[in-house]
């Protein structure tokens, strides 16, 4: 599996790429099966969600992706009731988020290796801790920093209605 393009992440002010996925949670709890068309190998997920941390709290604030059917899925498509922000209530894990340069880049998964990862325990939404795990520091000062994927390879569109046998 190719590396995976991470979920963007507004924390403290700052922006920032993690490798989690809290809205896997909600589609899981509610047996949704949102069906979302894979665009590339670096994301078999379908979709790019966006998040903030604010007074404590995960939100989601955005969600670009591409249903099954070729219709574009945003906030509002699963959350009707809040199509701009919703408190993410039902995911409870450890987001990881990578900070500093690339000591080993993996090319599968969120599997590559960073100086640091911030990693923040949320329960029911609520940031209830916050550590940072120290990875190692990179030789090259002048290294990537920041999480990244190294390639990938991207699917052709098709427009709706033009797929072989439609």
Known sequence: ????????LSYEGRDATMCSEPLNSYFELSGI???FQASCTALWRGYVGSWEIKDG?????GLDG???DGSAATVATFFPDYPDRVFAHWYSGTLRVPQGNLLEYVHGGYGSTYEDDLLLSVEKG?????D???NGVSDDADGVEGYGIGGMTIF???ARGQREGE
Not at 57 to 61: E, Q, S
Not at 126 to 130: A, D, E, N
Request: charged letters at 15%.
């Open 156 to 158: 052709p569109t098709v």
């Open 126 to 130: 609520v940031v209830t801790s916050s």
């Open 1 to 8: 599996m190719t590396a995976q393009i991470g979920e963007n």
């Open 66 to 68: 591409t249903l099954a």
């Open 33 to 35: 099966e949102p069906g």
């Open 132 to 134: 940072v795990r120290h």
């Open 57 to 61: 709290r995960l939100y989601l604030t």
